[in-house]
């Protein structure tokens, strides 16, 4: 599985717009990129998933260059709620038959 | 409500006891994945089930085990139990076919040992 990289831990304001960035240099041609999110004491919940250019949703967007060597999960216009650590995952696409492999995440802390 | 039922949610018990801990996939879906989360390991993998059938494992200890049952329900048995067990336990589940909704997650089992 390709290692990521993700900060720590980010600080935002409601209703910013805040981006979080995982490097995956050694990402494979096979790889996906994935991000879920989780809120203390629950378990961890999918956001998104993708493997070039950009994909969005009603939660986020995701935007992934031609290198592929990194992603940045978009979350636009945060809100408290929005509290949570935020992980990003790299392998092939979710087959349903591997287990997901959870790195440090990035601790995200909006505050009013 | 994510589909995926862990119960009990909370666990208080001594050293030395055992434990077993409960989960019920999202209907339909075949793989269930254990997971352990303490404050200064992260999520850590134990061990996945596939209709039935163990399909891997992780960083499960010895006194650990777990099996899923023909309902696809699992359970996850903690032996000899430690201080350094206490965590919570997530449960996860999927299809086991490729999806654009990733995986399960329940509420977990937050197990405290005294």
């Known amino acids: 599985l390709a290692k990521t990289t993700q900060p720590i831990s980010m600080d935002s304001y409601e209703g910013q717009e805040v981006n979080i960035t995982c490097s995956h240099n050694?990402?494979?041609?096979?790889?996906?990129i994935t991000w879920y999110q989780q809120f203390p004491s629950q378990g961890p919940r999918f956001i998104i998933q993708?493997?070039?250019t950009k994909v969005t949703n009603e939660v986020a967007s995701l935007f992934i260059p031609a290198d592929r060597k990194s992603s940045t999960l978009s979350l636009p216009r945060v809100s408290l709620s929005d509290t949570a650590v935020y992980y990003c995952l790299v392998g092939e696409r979710d087959t349903g038959r591997r287990a997901l492999t959870f790195g440090s995440g990035t601790r995200l802390q909006v505050q009013p | 409500d994510s589909g995926v039922t862990q119960t009990p949610k909370h666990l208080i018990t001594a050293t030395g006891q055992r434990v077993t801990l409960r989960c019920s996939p999202r209907?339909?879906?075949?793989?269930v994945y254990w997971y352990q989360q303490s404050l200064d390991q992260g999520l850590q993998f134990l061990i996945q089930?596939?209709?039935?059938?163990?399909?891997a494992k992780g960083n499960i200890l010895e006194r650990f085990s777990a099996q899923q049952f023909p309902d696809l329900h699992s359970e996850l048995n903690l032996s000899s139990l430690e201080l350094g067990d206490s965590a919570l336990y997530f449960c996860a589940s999927s299809v086991g076919q490729p999806t654009n909704y990733g995986y399960t997650f329940g509420s977990g089992t937050r197990l405290t040992v005294v």
């Open positions: 209907s339909g879906d075949l793989s």
């Open positions: 050694n990402i494979a041609t096979n790889d996906y």
């Open positions: 089930y596939y209709n039935g059938e163990e399909r």
């Open positions: 993708g493997y070039k």
